[in-house]
């Protein structure tokens, strides 16, 4: 009788354990911040609202919602945390931000997507912020686009 019950409480354990361990080696991006600065011709507010990247190892176009971060003229901004799912240790590439900018009429804008950016290192690990070095801006995530 014993000897079941302890056979029963293994059990137990081992369904409510492998769940967790599974997870945290399941393949997860998280945590992941986008670094950017509004240099946008309208010298108006801009709305980041989605970011767009190739999974080079599974050679696949992604498109993410970020949550909406308005982000000033000349201002320097940061995405909140996100989770880039399925790409954890992937090399990924061709990093562009979704964004809006506010028209004259004080209206957003439609989508407009900002240049291309490659990191140095594309591998995406938890904790990542992507955008730039030590040095400032070199090339990347900075939004410039014309007006139509």
Not at 19 to 46: M, Q, W, Y
Not at 62 to 91: F, H, M, Q
Not at 120 to 133: F, L, S, T
């Amino acid at each position: 009788m014993k000897l079941t019950g302890v056979l029963a409480a293994l059990a137990t354990g081992i369904v409510f354990t492998t769940p967790l361990i599974a997870g945290a080696d399941g393949d997860r991006c998280t945590n992941i911040r986008f670094k950017f600065t509004n240099s946008h011709a309208t010298e108006r507010v801009i709305q980041v609202t989605g970011v767009e990247y190739e999974d080079l190892v599974n050679n696949k176009k992604v498109t993410r919602k970020l949550s909406p971060i308005e982000c000033a003229y000349r201002a320097t901004c940061l995405t909140g945390a996100e989770d880039l799912g399925d790409v954890d240790g992937n090399n990924i590439g061709n990093i562009r931000l979704v964004y809006k900018y506010r028209e004259h009429d004080n209206g957003w804008s439609t989508d407009t997507r900002s240049s291309t950016f490659d990191s140095r290192d594309n591998e995406c690990r938890d904790d990542r912020v992507y955008g730039p070095g030590a040095r400032g801006f070199v090339r990347g995530f900075v939004i410039s686009g014309a007006t139509p």
